[in-house]
């Protein structure tokens, strides 16, 4: 195995990364004044521009999964049990210890098990209630007059407000695991210049030096 910097994540993925952080932030900051926690901005501009990102994210996510399953990078979101284990007792205990992080990013598998259990989770779970919920909250017009309709909006408000504070805590999480083991830099620069330090099989790192050069440094 050969350690050497690839371009792990495409110009697409890296718009869609920030792009995405820019929306949610967005909709926390919005969301947090729709429920009084701030009085930056009035009530109906809040409302508006919630909902205009939230239109803004389901766009990006439509595209991304169009773009996750067209390039088969849907591949780096499957789950593994194998060093999974190892994983979480680095981040529960080695990682205090200054212990070295005991995954390498792969070729073909550039997420640890823990983050692809966690990134399948925020796709398969946590962002279709989100947007489920929000879009149920947000057409509440067109079944104002189903019977209890009223309690069923309350129940949904719950939900959506669940489901947000709980896309807090994973956007606090993972702005603290950049400031955890490498350099902040180091954690963010990939996600800025597209490349990291993977390991390579000697039959990857020979196809990537022959048939595409231009992504291995």
């Known amino acids: 195995m050969a350690i050497r ?3 792990i994540f495409s110009l697409f993925e890296r718009f869609w990364h920030w792009s995405q952080m820019l929306l949610i932030m967005t909709l926390m900051f919005t969301g947090f ?3 009084g926690f701030h009085h930056l901005l009035d009530f109906q501009t809040a409302v508006t521009l ?4 939230a239109f803004a994210l389901l766009l990006l996510w439509a595209f991304s999964i169009f773009w996750l399953f067209t390039t088969r990078n849907w591949r780096h979101f499957i789950p593994t049990v194998k060093g999974m284990w190892g994983v979480l007792r680095f981040y529960t205990l080695g990682i205090f210890k200054g212990e070295h992080h005991p995954y390498r990013k792969a070729y073909w598998r550039k997420h640890n098990p823990l983050q692809a259990l966690t990134y399948l989770m925020l796709k398969i ?3 279709p209630l989100i947007w489920v919920s ?5 057409l509440y017009f067109a079944w104002r007059h189903v019977p209890l309709a009223t309690q069923w909006l309350d129940w ?16 606090m999480i993972h702005v603290y695991m950049l400031t955890t083991g ?9 996600m800025i210049s597209g490349f990291d330090e993977v390991d390579l099989t000697p039959e990857e790192e020979a196809y990537l030096l022959k ?3 231009e992504v291995i440094r």
Do not use: C, N
């Not at 929000?134 to 947000?138: A, K, L, M, R």
């Not at 949904?156 to 956007?171: D, E, I, K, L, Y």
């Not at 490498?182 to 990939?190: A, G, L």
């Open 156 to 171: 949904t408000a719950m939900v959506h407000t669940g489901a947000a504070f709980t896309m807090v805590v994973f956007v």
């Open 33 to 35: 004044g729709l429920h």
């Open 5 to 7: 910097r690839v371009k």
């Open 125 to 127: 779970v946590l962002f």
């Open 211 to 213: 048939d595409e050069p």
């Open 50 to 53: 919630h909902t205009l990102a």
């Open 182 to 190: 490498h350099s902040f830099r180091e954690h963010i620069m990939p």
């Open 134 to 138: 929000g879009s149920i909250y947000f």
